[in-house]
């Protein structure tokens, strides 16, 4: 299984960037999808994830509620994470994270290679 993602770059303040990630493989289903960022001198921190436990849930973290949305294209195996009003202090490199479970290895967790977002004037 491989997380592709795309969409980052340089934005300014107010402004918006939209993230994508595919996931690709011996994929039979995709138990989560989502996006967590680091910025230097920080601890990797949760920005929104989508759970398919029981029913499905969204959940943000207080600085992306609001502001950023979430959603997956169950049927591609792809996220997306819509970025509004984007702010200085959302600089980071945005990683796409997954749980899969797949045919040949089983229900493991995935990792991007990250992508940096980077708001400035």
């Known amino acids: 299984v491989q997380l592709v993602e795309s969409g980052g770059g340089l934005e300014k303040p107010g402004g918006s960037l939209t993230l994508s990630c595919a996931a690709s493989?011996?994929?039979?289903?995709?138990?989560?999808m989502g996006w967590y960022r680091q910025a230097p001198g920080k601890q990797r921190e949760l920005v929104a994830r989508?759970?398919?436990?029981?029913?499905?849930?969204?959940d943000y973290s207080d600085s992306a509620k609001d502001r950023f949305i979430i959603v997956v294209n169950n049927a591609k195996n792809t996220g997306y994470l819509q970025m509004n009003s984007l702010r200085p202090d959302d600089t980071a490199i945005y990683y796409c994270?997954?749980?899969?479970?797949?045919?040949?290895?089983?229900?493991?967790?995935?990792w991007g290679e990250g992508t940096q977002v980077t708001v400035s004037s």
């Open positions: 493989g011996n994929i039979f289903k995709v138990n989560s």
């Open positions: 989508m759970d398919y436990g029981s029913g499905v849930r969204a």
């Open positions: 994270y997954a749980n899969i479970y797949a045919f040949d290895t089983g229900t493991l967790d995935y």
